[in-house]
């Protein structure tokens, strides 16, 4: 397989021209601006990135655009399609030629700025996955001040960050797209700095270091054109299988589409049926993972590269009305607004294969047993334990061999132990426990309401009015009087209310805002449908942790009561 050099600046060129695509086995462009941040941090400092895998054919297959649409004419016939390295190629493309990216059908910029102040030598810390890019708006933040103040703090030490708007109005960071515009000279002086300064010089050499990323080399492997693309598959699978680089129902598009030409535009089209979710369920890989479970009866992928064609397709019919009434059922029955909600996306699987199995055809007593069986199996991870798979594959072998809704909540709670909630169950749980996720749906349910407007948690339309969740103690106090992260951000400090609310409240204390804002404007009614205590001196911070046992146990026994409905 020969090898050779290319510049980042010509990876750039070629996508630009339109001369470098994706074969249908990609993905779509996924990288958060986080990471685009690191890998720009990781070239500046010339280190280590990785390789590039392209095939080079005259075949007639199926292919895909770059998330950067082409911007010039192209200079050959060519194909080149890029198998290794499309985020990266995709990213910098964008940050070089100021293009935005497609992301969830609109174009979005992918901003990054650079630090001219930034401490000299190796990065001041390691940079953690899913670290904040602090994008958001510093306003929409509930304790502004001192939000803006710790950020402003921290990110004096970064060398690369996302763009925010308090940044962008410090000349001191650069945009990068810009510094591959403009000179040193028009940068500089626009700052203010002229050849005088004594800090020219120093700015002057870390822009020119930016503008070595266009220099930076990969090593780019390029398959030959007497490949197939049977046979480019299988080396797309064992390149990507070697690493956590893609998920496993990536892969298995991929031998999917050695088979079934148009396959990816198939799957898109069913998602983009779903509006919002679309990105979700294409993200989450349920056309996938539906479709091996109709063709199989099992769920793991590793079986895909062997079914024909025709039993993709019959299977798909099957997967397709699974999902579509799963989906449904989450939104309509369920009142899950969004299946990014769900402790484990694949619990709609299991629901649209109980569907399908019954012809669509359910009665008022099966439709509220699944409803139990949804929200005590999202509530209890039932899906997202190491062994998740196993799990999976045991309640579908249950439904294939006939199983009703009885045996399946039978199975769940072999599994799960309980399906009421201990307060210890809920003491000391944050955001991205699935209880969480679950008292919203509750509070939903039972028409909690907005705290200044009135409206419905379930009728919110509109940016301003996007329902938050929202730290009744307020970050910013707990934070002074010396409380840990872990007791803040506990699910009994947290409220669902309507952005606009969220920022008339900002840091004020409970006993201030609830007393002159909340009360004289919804009654204790708005409070209490969110499990407000009655009892005032409760409002108070020096009465936190009394607060924080009395919600605990609300929420708990609200929960449960709910979940009674279903019996």
């Given at each position: 397989?020969?090898?050779?050099?290319?510049?980042?600046?010509?990876?750039?060129?070629?996508?630009?021209?339109?001369?470098?695509?994706?074969?249908?086995?990609?993905?779509?462009?996924?990288?958060?601006?986080?990471?685009?941040?690191?890998?720009?941090?990781?070239?500046?400092?010339?280190?280590?990135?990785?390789?590039?895998?392209?095939?080079?054919?005259?075949?007639?297959?199926?292919?895909?655009d770059l998330a950067v649409a082409p911007t010039r004419?192209?200079?050959?016939?060519?194909?080149?399609?890029?198998?290794?390295?499309?985020?990266?190629?995709?990213?910098?493309?964008?940050?070089?030629?100021?293009?935005?990216?497609?992301?969830?059908?609109?174009?979005?910029?992918?901003?990054?700025?650079?630090?001219?102040?930034?401490?000299?030598?190796?990065?001041?810390?390691?940079?953690?996955?899913?670290?904040?890019?602090?994008?958001?708006?510093?306003?929409?933040?509930?304790?502004?001040?001192?939000?803006?103040?710790?950020?402003?703090?921290?990110?004096?030490?970064?060398?690369?960050?996302?763009?925010?708007?308090?940044?962008?109005?410090?000349?001191?960071?650069?945009?990068?797209s810009d510094i591959f515009k403009m000179t040193d000279?028009?940068?500089?002086?626009?700052?203010?700095?002229?050849?005088?300064?004594?800090?020219?010089?120093?700015?002057?050499?870390?822009?020119?270091?930016?503008?070595?990323?266009?220099?930076?080399?990969?090593?780019?492997?390029?398959?030959?054109?007497?490949?197939?693309?049977?046979?480019?598959?299988?080396?797309?699978?064992?390149?990507?299988?070697?690493?956590?680089?893609?998920?496993?129902?990536?892969?298995?598009?991929?031998?999917?589409?050695?088979?079934?030409?148009?396959?990816?535009?198939?799957?898109?089209?069913?998602?983009?049926?779903?509006?919002?979710?679309?990105?979700?369920?294409?993200?989450?890989?349920?056309?996938?993972?539906?479709?091996?479970?109709?063709?199989?009866?099992?769920?793991?992928?590793?079986?895909?590269?062997?079914?024909?064609?025709?039993?993709?397709?019959?299977?798909?019919?099957?997967?397709?009305?699974?999902?579509?009434?799963?989906?449904?059922?989450?939104?309509?029955?369920?009142?899950?607004?969004?299946?990014?909600?769900?402790?484990?996306?694949?619990?709609?699987?299991?629901?649209?294969?109980?569907?399908?199995?019954?012809?669509?055809?359910?009665?008022?007593?099966?439709?509220?047993?699944?409803?139990?069986?949804?929200?005590?199996?999202?509530?209890?991870?039932?899906?997202?334990?190491?062994?998740?798979?196993?799990?999976?594959?045991?309640?579908?072998?249950?439904?294939?061999?006939?199983?009703?809704?009885?045996?399946?909540?039978?199975?769940?709670?072999?599994?799960?132990?309980?399906?009421?909630?201990?307060?210890?169950?809920?003491?000391?749980?944050?955001?991205?426990?699935?209880?969480?996720?679950?008292?919203?749906?509750?509070?939903?349910?039972?028409?909690?309401?907005?705290?200044?407007?009135?409206?419905?948690?379930?009728?919110?339309?509109?940016?301003?009015?996007?329902?938050?969740?929202?730290?009744?103690?307020?970050?910013?106090?707990?934070?002074?009087?010396?409380?840990?992260?872990?007791?803040?951000?506990?699910?009994?400090?947290?409220?669902?209310?309507?952005?606009?609310?969220?920022?008339?409240?900002?840091?004020?204390?409970?006993?201030?805002?609830?007393?002159?804002?909340?009360?004289?404007?919804?009654?204790?009614?708005?409070?209490?449908?969110?499990?407000?205590?009655?009892?005032?001196?409760?409002?108070?911070?020096?009465?936190?942790?009394?607060?924080?046992?009395?919600?605990?146990?609300?929420?708990?026994?609200?929960?449960?009561?709910?979940?009674?409905?279903?019996?």
């Amino acid at each position: 397989m020969p090898k050779t050099d290319i510049k980042v600046s010509e990876l750039v060129e070629k996508v630009q021209r339109g001369e470098l695509r994706l074969p249908e086995m990609q993905r779509r462009y996924v990288w958060s601006a986080t990471m685009v941040r690191d890998l720009l941090d990781s070239l500046y400092r010339g280190y280590p990135s990785g390789t590039i895998l392209v095939w080079e054919t005259d075949e007639d297959i199926e292919t895909r655009d770059l998330a950067v649409a082409p911007t010039r004419t192209p200079t050959t016939t060519g194909k080149l399609l890029l198998l290794d390295g499309q985020q990266r190629t995709t990213s910098l493309t964008s940050i070089l030629s100021g293009e935005p990216v497609w992301v969830r059908n609109r174009r979005k910029p992918i901003e990054i700025l650079f630090n001219l102040d930034h401490p000299a030598g190796p990065p001041a810390d390691a940079q953690e996955f899913g670290e904040p890019d602090y994008s958001e708006d510093i306003e929409d933040m509930e304790d502004e001040e001192s939000a803006e103040r710790d950020i402003q703090e921290e990110l004096k030490q970064k060398t690369f960050v996302v763009a925010n708007k308090a940044l962008k109005n410090n000349p001191i960071w650069v945009s990068v797209s810009d510094i591959f515009k403009m000179t040193d000279s028009q940068i500089l002086r626009g700052l203010g700095i002229n050849s005088d300064n004594p800090k020219w010089d120093m700015y002057a050499e870390r822009l020119q270091q930016v503008r070595k990323i266009e220099d930076y080399s990969y090593v780019m492997h390029v398959l030959e054109k007497n490949m197939s693309y049977a046979e480019v598959t299988d080396i797309f699978v064992r390149v990507n299988s070697q690493g956590i680089k893609l998920r496993g129902s990536d892969l298995a598009i991929a031998q999917i589409t050695s088979k079934w030409k148009g396959f990816m535009q198939t799957i898109e089209d069913f998602a983009k049926e779903f509006g919002d979710e679309e990105n979700s369920i294409l993200e989450a890989g349920l056309p996938i993972r539906a479709l091996v479970v109709f063709a199989t009866h099992q769920s793991r992928y590793k079986t895909v590269g062997k079914l024909s064609l025709d039993q993709m397709k019959k299977a798909w019919v099957q997967a397709k009305e699974a999902l579509e009434f799963a989906i449904n059922f989450a939104h309509s029955n369920a009142g899950i607004d969004s299946i990014d909600y769900l402790s484990a996306p694949t619990l709609l699987v299991t629901i649209g294969v109980y569907a399908v199995l019954r012809q669509g055809k359910l009665t008022a007593e099966e439709t509220k047993m699944l409803l139990r069986w949804l929200y005590i199996a999202h509530m209890r991870a039932h899906y997202t334990v190491a062994s998740s798979e196993s799990v999976l594959d045991s309640d579908l072998s249950l439904l294939f061999k006939g199983g009703d809704l009885p045996a399946l909540l039978e199975q769940l709670q072999l599994h799960v132990r309980k399906f009421e909630l201990d307060p210890e169950e809920v003491r000391g749980k944050g955001i991205r426990s699935p209880i969480f996720s679950m008292l919203y749906i509750v509070l939903k349910h039972q028409g909690a309401k907005d705290w200044l407007s009135g409206l419905d948690l379930d009728h919110h339309i509109g940016k301003a009015h996007a329902i938050q969740y929202h730290h009744i103690f307020p970050k910013a106090l707990l934070k002074k009087s010396h409380y840990e992260p872990k007791e803040i951000n506990q699910i009994a400090n947290m409220a669902f209310i309507g952005g606009k609310t969220n920022r008339h409240i900002m840091d004020k204390e409970p006993i201030v805002y609830m007393e002159n804002m909340v009360l004289p404007k919804q009654g204790e009614g708005a409070l209490h449908s969110q499990l407000i205590p009655s009892d005032r001196s409760l409002w108070r911070l020096e009465n936190y942790p009394q607060f924080l046992e009395y919600r605990t146990k609300a929420i708990a026994t609200c929960i449960n009561e709910f979940l009674r409905k279903f019996n």
